[in-house]
């Protein structure tokens, strides 16, 4: 890890959902010129993950507004505040705001799963920022290769959601053999037009 990264604060967590939408988004403004905006450039040019700050996000409660769970009763949860969240560290970095989607899509993901241990685990760290991860291509790959509605119906088949340092976050796919592997292509061809 970079020394340019920051310790995250040091203040109280808050839990997501809590905080209401203009506190969050100065909040998030604050954050976002005092502990981004100096690694701007080690992001862009070196590679740089701005984890610190990544955490300090979640421990804002800024990826938790667009989770059903932490919307609070009788409130739908708020896409627009998240989006705005987002926008606000796009003006300083797109490359951080990109991580920012990156971990709300998990959090999305994990709490629309209908696995309760996957949710039960891991929601409220990827919403508090504890648990890091992303999902830049999963959308098309769940999408061209109908990883969801293979698991459900083929026992040959097994798919679950992983999250490595290198390739960051995906899903392992597993056949019981070279055969099955032959029978599920030929299924996605025929069943998806793929």
Request: net charge negative.
């Amino acid at each position: 890890m970079s020394a340019i990264l920051q310790e995250p604060l040091s203040a109280a967590p808050v839990v997501p959902g809590v905080v209401d939408r203009d506190s969050l988004l100065v909040q998030v403004r604050e954050l976002t010129r005092g502990a981004l905006s100096g690694q701007v450039n080690a992001i862009d040019a070196e590679g740089v993950y701005p984890e610190a700050f990544m955490r300090d996000l979640g421990a804002l409660g800024a990826y938790a507004s667009h989770l059903k769970p932490f919307a609070g009763p009788g409130t739908a949860p708020d896409l627009d505040t998240t989006i705005d969240a987002m926008t606000i560290v796009g003006e300083t970095c797109l490359s951080t705001a990109f991580c920012f989607w990156c971990q709300s899509a998990l959090g999305w993901y994990v709490a629309s799963s209908d696995n309760e241990a996957l949710r039960a685990e891991l929601l409220e760290p990827v919403a508090q920022g504890a648990v890091l991860g992303g999902t830049g291509l999963s959308n098309p790959m769940k999408s061209f290769f109908g990883i969801e509605k293979l698991q459900l119906n083929d026992a040959s088949f097994t798919a679950e959601m992983e999250t490595s340092a290198a390739l960051g976050f995906g899903f392992r796919c597993g056949f019981l053999g070279l055969l099955h592997l032959e029978v599920i292509r030929d299924r996605i061809d025929r069943e998806y037009d793929i």
